[in-house]
């Protein structure tokens, strides 16, 4: 991006209804045209909301995120550079490069390191933090040539990485990824030494756009897609397994199959952090299964679900999977060597994000999967992930089950032999705070909370955070239904109530407002209710219990309300865990 496109750009009115997105922008240097690309790659990331900046003083990068630990920010921006580490890392601090010096340089370096992990750890607490560690070359103070690297610098650079790796682990803090910024902005380019001196500014232009433009994409993370859709023949395999037999299709290097081989990797990676995979296949089912069975292919058969392996239209077969996953299609990726399967794809579901695998076209392979991590890319993965197909799996075998019973379902309930378990206390929950904000059809309000308002929710008089964990005899769903709310003078407020589709239909959602009324002893719940385009399994549900006259706010159920139109509640509640 260039800088008039980026005035242009924040020149563009904005709703006035505009949600306004908080950042503080914390930087030992005068922030100049960072500043101007950061909020400009956000207004094109969120066109409908209005991110407001705001800056620290001059030189005082570890006093601005103190500062703003304090604030309501909604993030904060952290961009550390070699003359915050040690001012003698510097242009603009003169007296510090004899060599002698070093080891102090390097010693006041990790003293400093120290105190920013602490201070950036502390503000995480709070809201997100997105941190970019020094990007620019460190001055020639070295007795080494710059073709050696000497102990002092790889001291320094080893200081750096053992913070960035910190803070990599925790829940709310984003990283900057050197490597893509690498490939977007050369080291050689970066550096700005006129600027720096003259105005405290140090990137040239076209380094503060492309930094600007991942910091923001950090701020800002668009939705990770849920499912990939493959397809089998001179995708998953070299050869089209109908015409040369089950034993004669390859993903060897010697085959020329290897960009095979990387791709049933990448998938079964992909699979392990949660990702949906299901295959679509114009093709004979049996041969398909016989090509699963081969003890040297490297994706398991267990992490693909659901299979559609027929002669009809590929576009049926991927119908048929959005709905055993029972995801839309805008968060799904289908492959397929041919393009035209793609374009019928997509002609049905234009939504659908679609790929022509790039078969032994090496450079365009590497690319291709760039583009798959980042479309599913995820800060960290939770249990919940591993389980997500084996959920899936159960879900489509429960629900089959259940439309096929031919007695009570409270008898098919019972049969099941379902077991909850219940988790309730203060803690922060990163797999709650997934559902809060990216479940839709069981969500009491629809509002999304950010990372500083859940934080500061769970910080109010008498808050509480449930979780509740489902297993069966069909498989376990994991961690399913989390509720945010308080607790005062016996009456229970919730402020957020979601559950994921896999638990549709169990009663699990009884069993939550069960456990709030007995475990906090109350004589009413207080919900804050809103219709959605989304939510109506939720609405019916509520309808349920409290009648069908329903309009957005408080919604009140009482504990007798409940205990009149609950229906039995068969599932064994296992452990309960209070914090």
């Known amino acids: 991006m260039k800088l008039v496109d980026a005035l242009e750009i924040l020149r563009r009115p904005v709703p006035d209804d505009a ?24 207004r094109q990331a969120l066109p409908s909301v209005r991110p407001e900046l705001s800056v620290g003083r001059f030189d005082d990068l570890v006093g601005t995120i103190r500062t703003a630990r304090d604030g309501n920010d909604d993030a904060v921006v952290v961009v550390v550079e070699w003359p915050d580490v040690d001012p003698r890392l ?84 984003r990283v900057a990824g050197a490597q893509r910024l690498a490939a977007e902005s050369p080291p050689s380019t970066r550096h700005d030494p006129k600027s720096e001196l003259a105005t405290g500014f140090p990137y040239t232009r076209e380094h503060a756009s492309a930094l600007a433009r991942i910091l923001a994409r950090l701020v800002a993370a668009p939705p990770a897609k849920k499912g990939l859709i493959t397809d089998l023949d001179d995708t998953l395999w070299n050869g089209i397994v109908g015409e ?31 990702v949906l995979i299901g295959a679509a296949s114009k093709n004979d089912s049996a041969v398909v299964e016989d090509v699963f069975a081969r003890d040297d292919i490297l994706l398991d058969k267990e992490a693909v679900f659901p299979f559609e392996v027929h002669w009809n239209a590929k576009s049926e077969s991927v119908g048929r999977i959005l709905d055993a996953w029972n995801v839309a299609a805008d ?19 234009p939504e659908i994000e679609g790929f022509v695998f790039p078969g032994s076209d090496y450079r365009a392979l590497g690319e291709f999967f760039v583009r798959l991590r980042d479309l599913f890319g995820k800060h960290a993965t939770t249990d919940e992930d591993a389980l997500r197909t084996m959920s899936i799996r159960s879900s489509v075998g429960f ?4 439309a096929a019973v031919t007695h009570s379902m409270e008898d098919f309930l019972r049969e099941a032999r379902g077991e909850i378990t219940f988790s309730c206390g203060r803690e922060r929950d990163a797999r709650a705070f997934e559902l809060i904000n990216k479940t839709n059809q069981f969500n009491l309000n629809g ?27 069909y498989g376990p769903l994991g961690s399913i239904a989390a509720v945010l709310g308080q607790v005062a003078s016996g009456v229970v407020t919730v402020h957020s109530w979601v559950m994921s589709c896999r638990a549709f239909s169990r009663r699990i959602e009884h069993h939550c407002l069960s456990f709030l009324f007995e475990n906090f002893e109350a004589t009413q719940l207080v919900l804050a209710y809103a219709p959605t385009e989304r939510n109506r399994p939720l609405q019916e549900f509520l309808a349920s219990i409290v009648g069908d006259d329903l309009s957005a706010g408080e919604v009140v159920v009482s504990r007798e309300a409940f205990e009149q139109r609950s229906p039995a509640l068969v599932h064994e509640v296992g452990g309960v865990r209070r914090g």
Request: glycine share 6%; charged share 20%; aromatic share 6%.
């Open 244 to 274: 040369i037999g089950t034993e004669n299709v390859s993903w060897e290097e010697a085959s020329g199959g290897h960009a095979h081989a990387l791709y049933q990797q990448f998938l079964a990676s992909l699979a392990s952090a949660g």
């Open 90 to 173: 510097g242009l603009r601090r003169l007296g510090g490069w004899r060599t002698s010096d070093l080891d102090e340089v390097v010693a006041d370096a990790e003293r400093q390191l120290v105190r920013l992990a602490s201070e950036v750890s502390e503000t995480a607490e709070r809201t997100r933090v997105v941190c970019s560690l020094p990007t620019l070359p460190i001055p020639p103070v070295f007795a080494q040539g710059t073709y050696e690297a000497g102990a002092h610098e790889l001291e320094l650079r080893a200081l750096v990485a053992s913070l960035a790796r910190e803070l990599a682990r925790h829940p709310s803090i």
């Open 19 to 42: 949600n306004v997105l908080r950042i503080t922008l914390a930087c030992g240097f005068t922030p100049l045209h960072l500043e101007t690309f950061i909020a400009a790659e956000l």
């Open 331 to 349: 968060s799904v990726v289908f492959v397929d060597d041919s393009p035209m399967e793609v374009a019928q794809v997509q002609s049905v579901f």
């Open 447 to 473: 509002k999304r909370l950010g990372e500083n308002a859940f934080a500061s929710a769970l910080l109010l008089p008498g808050a509480f955070l449930l979780s509740a964990g489902y297993k069966d005899k």
């Open 399 to 402: 629900r089959t089950s259940a």
